[in-house]
Nanobody
Framework: QVQLVESGGGLVQAGGSLRLSCAAS????????MGWYRQAPGKQRELVAT???????NYATSVKGRFTISRDNAKNTVYLQMNSLKPEDTAVYYC?????????????WGQGTQVTVSS
């Protein structure tokens, strides 16, 4: 089994910054894509950003230029630097990882961390 533990959420004023971290532990062979998703009240979960093992990134249009995803493969950790935060960024942020076990792959999710941006 794999555990993904997020940290770094909290309350911040509009225009402020937060940095989320997500550390993977447990039965890990290699990790392919890692990413961040978010879910606001009454809305579906949506992609925020993803990063491949090689460092290629993909962002939702709404966060491009404000958020930066990065990873430390040695630490099995993915980060999300969030700048110029807006009230509409308020959501529970979830970490996701696709784990490669050679003959199969598995997706795991973290428990989520709340990000609240006040106006």
């Amino acid at each position: 089994q794999v555990q993904l533990v997020e940290s770094g959420g909290g309350l911040v004023q509009a225009g402020g910054s937060l940095r989320l971290s997500c550390a993977a532990s447990g039965r890990i062979f290699s990790i392919k894509n890692m990413g961040w998703y978010r879910q606001a009240p009454g809305k579906q979960r949506e992609l925020v950003a993803t990063i491949t093992a090689g460092g290629s990134t993909n962002y939702a249009t709404s966060v491009k230029g404000r958020f930066t995803i990065s990873r430390d493969n040695a630490k099995n950790t993915v980060y999300l630097q969030m700048n110029s935060l807006k009230p509409e960024d308020t959501a529970v942020y979830y970490c996701n990882g696709r784990f490669d076990y050679v003959t199969y792959e598995d997706d795991y999710w973290g428990q989520g961390t709340q990000v609240t941006v006040s106006s």
